[in-house]
């Protein structure tokens, strides 16, 4: 069975310090992983995927992220983090053979003047 | 490109009434649409997986007769809520796939907030 898993539900950044969240996965499969954004009372904004190829993978707002299949990993990091980055992270992988995603459990980020 | 766009993006409504819920993908065919719904502070819950001319897949658990889903067109997928109540107060969220597409990748709409009274 394939599953997500995001270690701290709340995390708190100093304005200009790294972004570090995690996600670790479980697939018999090689996985599609996918980390989305979601501001309050919207929908998801995709920020990264990883499907195949390169396994650091450069997303928008200056996320990137790094597919460590020996780790089962797929961390998002970003180098400064800034105040609109406040929000929640959802990491996600699709289940295999459908277009269905599981969800992680989602952590929020809040960023500190 | 790859808008999907959800309307009403807030609702409220009273107990026993039905409400319909409107997601479109504005650029593109979407073959398949998902619905999904997420309670405070929490994660999204898929309810269905909505094809175009046919009926929708309901995950286990959800309630087919209560959550109809209708996908009459490639771009455009409805929920109702029907006799609604305060339980089903929630933020509803609809995703797309675009047709012929196999990156996996969903685009998702903005998200419906529906509340109960």
């Known amino acids: 069975a394939q599953s997500v898993t995001q270690l701290g539900s709340h995390v708190s950044v100093s304005e200009g310090a790294l972004v570090l969240l995690r996600c670790n996965y479980s697939?018999?499969?090689?996985?599609?992983l996918f980390w989305y954004v979601q501001y309050p009372n919207q929908g998801l904004q995709l920020l990264l995927k990883?499907?195949?190829?390169?396994?650091l993978v450069k997303g928008i707002n200056g996320f990137e992220a790094e597919f460590k299949k020996s780790e089962t990993s797929f961390h998002l990091t970003k180098p400064s983090a800034h105040m609109s980055d406040a929000a929640e992270y959802f990491c996600?992988?699709?289940?295999?053979?459908?277009?269905?995603?599981?969800f992680g459990t989602g952590t929020r980020l809040k960023v500190l003047a | 490109g790859a808008v999907v766009s959800q309307h009403p993006s807030w609702v409220i409504c009273k107990s026993g009434t039905s409400v319909k819920i409107e997601c479109r993908s504005l650029?593109?065919?979407?073959?398949?649409m998902f619905w999904y719904r997420q309670f405070p502070k929490q994660s999204l819950m898929l309810m269905a997986t909505?094809?175009?001319?046919?009926?929708?897949?309901?995950e286990q658990g959800v309630e087919k007769d209560k959550f109809l889903i209708n996908h009459a067109s490639l771009t455009l997928s409805t929920l109702t809520v029907t006799s609604a109540h305060p339980e089903d107060s929630s933020f509803y969220i609809c995703s797309a796939r675009k047709q012929l597409a196999n990156t996996g990748e969903l685009f998702f709409g903005e998200g419906s907030r529906l509340t109960v009274l």
């Open positions: 650029d593109f065919q979407a073959t398949t």
């Open positions: 697939s018999s499969v090689p996985p599609y």
């Open positions: 990883y499907t195949t190829g390169a396994t």
């Open positions: 996600a992988v699709l289940l295999s053979g459908t277009y269905k995603y599981i």
């Open positions: 909505s094809n175009e001319g046919s009926k929708a897949t309901y």
